[in-house]
């Protein structure tokens, strides 16, 4: 279930849900894989619309 958090955030949610944790735990992770969720799309998601190119080292 933490590898489905990490990898799907939106999967990872609805499982946590279905499992049989506290509210506490559930609340924890729901916040914890949005934030993960919006790092994951802002890092790909381009602000001005053009292609990201980035440069190796």
Known sequence: MIVATLVV?????????????EKVGKAVTAVLASIWFAV?????SPVDG???HRQGP
């Open 9 to 21: 955030p939106p999967l990872g949610v609805a499982l946590a849900f279905m499992a049989r944790w």
């Open 50 to 52: 053009s292609a990201v």
């Open 40 to 44: 994951l799309v802002a890092d790909v």
